[in-house]
């Protein structure tokens, strides 16, 4: 198989890690909190869920791990349970794009002039880490997602937590003690000692009634990959204006060899 470009590895992991690695959020600032019930939270988490059917947002980018750091811009768009569109740009010039459909992963290196084409799931365990269409749009708008599972609430560092597992996966989120905003979450693949998490910042208001987090960490650790973290800052975020969506592999660009 070709060797994949840093700026298209770069483009693959922005689009499929929620910043992992094991840290802490900054504790809150709020005293004692009293009990809530794991019925409860989830609501509010729930009732805290960027909706919209489109949602487009450009993003500064710092990528860093044992070997590599770079900086760069990209254009996010998605419309809901649909279709991901992204680029990726270092001093105006676009190192890649992708679009992404719940059963299919298109990536462009413009570097080095070649295209993959795999599905979400290939692609998930090729960088080592879990996806799928659903956790990706998730992981743009900040917003949790379920496992089907029970689970458990508490309260840790001035935080509300609420954690569970299944067979394969265990998750955790930690919730504001005041307004019970998501702060942070995480997904683990216990086996394979993979863990993907993101520590969401910087709330502002979004439309009438929504809140989006506009500053992420994120982090993955595995060990395939490593140590990753990916800082990002949105910008021009806009929900429900539709935008288009344009993806062309051009005709002498080489396709990347399947493993």
């Known amino acids: 198989m070709n060797k994949i470009s840093p700026g298209l590895f770069l483009l693959l992991l922005v689009l499929l890690s929620a910043g992992c690695g094991i840290f802490r959020p900054a504790a809150g600032d709020t005293g004692d909190l009293p009990g809530r019930s794991a019925k ?47 680029n990726v740009k270092k001093l105006n ?7 992404i459909r719940p059963d299919s992963f298109f ?5 080095n002039r070649q295209y993959s084409r795999q599905s979400v799931e290939e692609i998930a365990q090729m960088l080592q880490v879990p996806a799928n269409f659903q956790i990706l749009e998730s992981i743009l708008l900040g917003n949790p997602f379920f496992l089907n599972t ?22 955790t989120y930690h919730l504001d003690g ?17 863990l993907v998490s993101m520590e969401l ?40 204006i539709p935008k288009s969506i344009e993806f062309e592999i051009p005709s002498r660009y080489d396709e990347i060899n399947r493993p």
């Open 150 to 171: 029970e689970l458990e609430a508490g309260v840790e560092e001035g935080f509300y937590t609420l954690k569970g597992e299944d067979k394969r996966f265990a998750v």
């Open 40 to 86: 409860f939270l989830v609501k509010k988490m729930a009732q805290n869920q960027v909706q919209c059917d489109w949602f487009s947002a450009r993003a500064r980018i710092d990528f860093k791990d044992d070997n590599y750091s770079v900086s760069a811009t990209a254009n996010l768009r998605m419309r809901n349970d649909s279709v991901i569109w992204a």
């Open 107 to 111: 990536v462009v290196d413009r570097i």
């Open 93 to 99: 010039l676009e190192m890649g794009r992708a679009l």
């Open 201 to 240: 910042k910087g709330y502002e208001a979004l439309g009438k009634k929504q809140k989006f987090s506009y500053f992420r960490t994120m982090r993955m650790e595995s060990p395939e990959s490593g140590p990753v973290s990916v800082e990002i800052e949105f910008s021009k975020v806009e929900i429900d």
């Open 178 to 194: 005041k307004d019970f905003s998501l702060r942070r979450f995480s997904i683990s693949e216990k086996q394979e000692k993979r």
